[in-house]
């Protein structure tokens, strides 16, 4: 198992187009890095760059302490899965699995033995003679994963291996990825714009926007301590509420005033808010952060705009001035479309930002 | 960095080696064509007097003129000579000045132009000064136009061609296209066979099939007709346009046409209002590709043509008969070369797109 | 009303039906009357003399003259060796064009222009270019590589320099379209696979000759057996250089037979030479076809 270090990698395309500027990366044994952003944030360029399948424009790529940048993929010690599979339709499952291995110029039973553990590992071992074409998507997909297994590599890559999949299956699949993962302890980069997926699988998750490195933390780090505005309002599903505030401090208080509400802090344990005295900042607070509350004491009372039942849990849509609040309510309480509502905030949950730089704002509130 | 420099280095002479293979390439296909540009705009003088033949044709004629006892002497300037030469077996004497004989000899051998009176005012130069130099413009088209003076009923072949490859179109694509249509929307037996088609009418030589098409052609009045001919293009023209409006409309999904049906149209309706007008810059390429097959072809029109043979079969016949010199025919040759390679730059995205879909 | 309604609706489906049939019908109709009709009128033909009497002899006048054994060598040779070099440069052009480097559509452009030049345009390209005194010489003298001296005769070899010429103008010709059809087929194919193929160990080498040829497969074949048919069918870039006679083909002959010589009787030996190069043709690309494995892959698939 191996460590992976990239320094000041960066690609760029063209005079005008970066793939990726600046990349500085440290991946640990055994580590599930994934690689999360919106389409054309350099995950993939990344992840093709460790790969060997684009050039490196700067920087260096290290594996195992050995500098690969400018080796060619086949002498990585590398794998991949790919978004289309890209398993070849003239071979069959097995040839498939074999191809490195065969040329790697193993011996014969050597490579049946192992095509037909990594082809259990995936449940496909009875398909090993098919041909692409006569295999489901999901079958494809544990094909394209078992050709990467059999390698044993150092330093596993997957671009988007599940996006192709129907929803149901893709859940299935990151569970098994997960276990696999667990199985083999072999160091992996995971790239995706799933950010449950993401959530559900990471180790650590290395949020990505215009080619450059937002925040690198594990699921917990990205989703509580959201490093900007970005983050937050990527991560979580619904995203996170913004709400803009004008701050005062008020001897041991401090009074965050909205225009529907105005929530009331102790000074003690938001310090760092002191600074934004008579200065506009944005609040956000996840949407299972904000509660029902029937009592006299709610924060603001809001008519609902929309219900959406999951089962598990609602999701209620406030329209609070021109913005759309979102909030989760338990399944049990019954809210209609038009109801009055009042709602309070999980004050130990709260999320500050500077409304310029859209930088969290660290407070010694935080969890 | 020592590797990044390293890199560069790598990467530069690698798009280096591979920009002169590039070159090397395109040398090779350009020369030729280049050649065969470069001589239709020669003079006969060019073509034929100097050696090594000039690479690129000039713009002017150098002439000198002067005197002796005999009369007067007419030179041209040989560029591989370096030289004046002397130009034409023709001097004459003060008494007859037969200007007009000079003027003609200027304008067939060297492509020039130069009216009588200029002629006559350097005839007095020379008399005063013994000898004139003097250079004339030359008419780059003058090939061009000869060809269709010189070459028997050249002009009335491009008429036939574009008649012919004009039906061939309406033909091909009417009939093709239709087939192309069902090729793209529907299942039914024999349609791989039919698809082969474009393999199996190749089996047999066209030439041969020339032969018994006299006969039917005859019989249906039509031989030696460029509708007779364009009946044979079509055989082939067909198969292609079945290709190519396949794959057009193939790559108009099905749902337009589907939705439109939705929204008030009939299927009928629906190819008219939706699936044609998303079809016509295809349709187009596929016209323009039966086009350059039929304005090209020769061998067919060989056989199937007496009195009124397309444009290719008179520079055909020019050339192999050798009735005309090299730069007329060359002539005769870029002014058929150049709307096919138009049509065909126009239209190459569509022919890729149409070689993508096929497969034995 | 009630027993016809279900009527009404099958034959409405069987009218849904025709409409496929309906549409190719004018292309069946049109390739009996034009195709298959003449070539059924040329085999027939081919087996009677001028005065219609049923007779082997056209047949027999061919296998006896010696020029024919002398074309089909000739036709052999051209097809072996040029289809064999267009296909290699061909498909390294096109390798070359799908990387997709800067310039490409400019150089695939370019490329393309052999292509369009009609036939009797390359004849007066390479006549006037192949002369003794023509424009390659010229070029040469120019350059300094030749002198007067030493020009070279590039039309008055041999046979074996003949076929050589033949073979490398047509080569110059035809590339550009073996390339087309190439370059559609690697468009066709993934950048995916062929990276999957890198990361997976394989060299270059590897594979383009374990992934993307294979993968390839179903253009190659296409390409090669369009090549073999146009290329058993060569003659008239041989006639413009050579005239008739000097470098005999099998179409050559056909052509020579029917148009330049004339006379009826040798109409007839022109129809049954079309008949031999017919069944040559179809014959080779049948044994291209087997060699290749293009038909027991078709019946894999329709195991399947």
């Known amino acids: 198992m191996a460590t992976l270090e990239l320094v000041d990698l960066a690609k760029r395309f063209s005079k005008k187009v970066w793939g990726v500027r600046k990349m500085d990366l440290d991946v640990n044994e055994k580590e599930f890095i994934v690689l999360l952003g919106p389409s054309g944030c350099g995950k993939t360029t990344t992840m093709r760059m460790v790969a060997g399948l684009e050039e490196v424009t700067r920087g260096t790529i290290h594996l195992d302490g050995k500098d690969i940048t400018d080796i060619p993929p086949r002498d990585r010690g590398i794998s991949m899965v790919f978004q289309n599979y890209a398993i070849w339709p003239h071979m069959t499952v097995f040839d498939n699995i074999a191809f490195s291995l065969k040329l790697k110029k193993m011996p014969k039973a050597e490579i049946r033995q192992r095509v037909q553990e990594t082809a259990d590992m995936v449940k496909i071992g009875e398909l090993l003679k098919r041909l692409p074409g006569q295999l489901s998507g999901g079958q494809q997909q544990r094909v394209a994963l078992a050709r990467a297994l059999a390698v044993k590599p150092k330093l596993f890559l997957m671009d988007e291996p599940l996006s192709n999949l129907d929803a149901k299956l893709r859940v299935v699949m990151r569970t098994e990825l997960k276990a696999i993962h667990q199985q083999t302890e072999a160091t992996s980069i995971f790239v995706t714009h799933d950010q449950s997926e993401a959530m559900s699988m990471a180790d650590r998750i290395v949020i990505m926007k215009d080619g450059e490195i937002i925040q690198i933390g594990t699921p917990d780090d990205v989703y509580f301590r959201s490093a900007n505005m970005f983050v937050a309002g990527f991560i979580g599903t619904p995203p996170t509420n913004f709400f803009n505030i004008r701050c005062s401090v008020d001897g041991e208080e401090i009074s965050l005033k909205h225009s529907n509400f105005k929530l009331v802090l102790p000074l003690k344990d938001f310090s760092e808010l002191d600074a934004y005295n008579g200065k506009e900042l944005v609040v956000g607070v996840r949407p299972e952060d904000i509660a029902v509350d029937s009592s006299d004491k709610a924060l603001f009372t809001n008519k609902v705009l929309v219900v959406e039942p999951q089962g598990s849990h609602q999701v209620v849509a406030l329209k609070l001035n021109d913005a759309i609040v979102k909030t989760i309510v338990s399944a049990d309480q019954s809210v209609k479309p038009g109801d009055s509502i009042g709602f309070n905030f999980n004050l130990k949950r709260l999320h500050f930002f500077n409304m310029e730089t859209e930088n969290r704002i660290k407070t010694a509130s935080e969890i | ?360 | 009303m009630r027993i016809t309604k279900p009527q009404l609706s099958l034959s409405r489906d069987n009218r849904k039906k025709m409409v496929p049939y309906l549409l190719i019908a004018p292309v069946i109709i049109y390739y009996t009357i034009f195709w298959l009709f003449p070539v059924l009128n040329a085999i027939v033909e081919s087996f009677r003399d001028v005065d219609g009497i049923w007779t082997l002899g056209n047949y027999i006048y061919i296998f006896k003259d010696p020029v024919f054994y002398t074309a089909l060598f000739d036709t052999a040779f051209l097809v072996i060796f040029s289809v064999t070099i267009e296909f290699v440069l061909a498909f390294g052009l096109a390798l070359l064009i799908n990387t997709k480097f800067k310039g490409s559509s400019i150089f695939l452009f370019l490329a393309m222009i052999p292509m369009a030049l009609p036939a009797v345009a390359v004849g007066a390209m390479w006549s006037s270019g192949l002369a003794t005194r023509g424009w390659l010489n010229s070029f040469l003298m120019h350059a300094g590589i030749i002198d007067d001296a030493s020009k070279i005769l590039f039309l008055a070899g041999g046979e074996m320099s003949r076929l050589w010429l033949i073979i490398i103008i047509d080569a110059w010709t035809v590339i550009p379209f073996v390339m087309i059809i190439l370059l559609a087929g690697l468009q066709g194919i993934g950048a995916d696979v062929r990276e999957a193929g890198y990361i997976f160990g394989g060299t270059k080498f590897q594979v383009l000759r374990k992934i993307t040829i294979p993968m390839l497969k179903p253009t190659i074949t296409t390409a090669m057996i369009l090549r073999i048919i146009s290329a058993i069918q060569i003659w008239l870039i041989i006639v413009m250089l050579f005239g008739f006679n000097r470098l005999p083909t099998l179409l050559e002959q056909i052509v020579l037979n029917y148009d330049e010589l004339g006379a009826a009787s040798f109409e007839r030996i022109g129809l049954a030479l079309s008949v031999i190069v017919a069944i040559i043709v179809s014959a080779t690309a049948i044994l291209y076809l087997k060699v290749s494995g293009s038909f027991e892959k078709k019946k894999e698939q329709e195991v399947e």
């Open chain 2, 1 to 360: 960095m020592n590797s990044a420099l390293q890199r560069q280095l790598r990467r530069s002479a690698k798009r280096t080696s591979l920009y002169i293979v590039l070159v090397g390439i395109l040398f090779i296909i350009i020369f030729p064509i280049f050649f065969l540009f470069s001589f239709s705009f020669m003079s006969d003088y060019e073509t034929y007097s100097e050696w090594p033949k000039p690479l690129v044709p000039s713009f002017k004629a150098d002439f000198k003129i002067d005197k002796d006892t005999e009369g007067y002497h007419l030179y041209i300037f040989n560029k591989s000579e370096n030289d004046f030469m002397p130009f034409g077996p023709l001097f004459f004497s003060n008494s007859e000045k037969d200007v007009s004989n000079l003027r003609k000899f200027i304008k067939l051998q060297a492509n020039s132009k130069i009216t009588d009176q200029k002629i006559e005012e350097y005839l007095r130069i020379v008399d005063k000064e013994s000898k004139v130099e003097f250079s004339v413009r030359k008419d780059l088209l003058a090939n061009y136009i000869l060809f269709f003076q010189v070459i028997n009923g050249a002009a009335r072949a491009v008429l036939n061609s574009l008649m012919v490859a004009g039906a061939t179109v309406v033909i091909a694509l009417t009939i093709g296209g239709m087939g192309g249509y069902a090729f793209a929307r529907y299942f039914f037996k024999g349609k791989n066979l039919l698809k082969l088609s474009v393999l199996f009418v190749r089996m047999f030589p066209a030439v041969s099939l020339a032969i018994p098409m006299v006969i039917i052609l005859a019989r249906m009045g039509l031989y030696d007709r460029p509708l007779g001919l364009s009946l044979v293009y079509s055989v082939g023209q067909i198969s292609m346009s079945i290709w190519i409006t396949a794959s057009v409309f193939m790559s108009i999904p099905i749902s337009l046409e589907e939705a439109a049906m939705i929204f008030g149209t009939t299927r009928v309706g629906a190819f008219w209002h939706v699936t044609l007008p998303l079809a016509l810059p295809g349709l187009a390429a596929c016209a323009m590709y039966s086009f350059i097959g039929s304005w090209n072809e020769v061998i067919a029109a060989v056989v199937l043509t007496q009195f009124n043979p397309t444009f290719p079969v008179v520079v055909y016949k020019a050339l192999v008969g050798s009735q005309g010199q090299i730069n007329l025919i060359t002539a005769g040759s870029v002014a058929q070369a150049v709307p096919a390679i138009i049509f065909t730059l126009i239209i190459r995205k569509y022919i890729i797109q149409m070689w993508g879909g096929v497969k034995v």
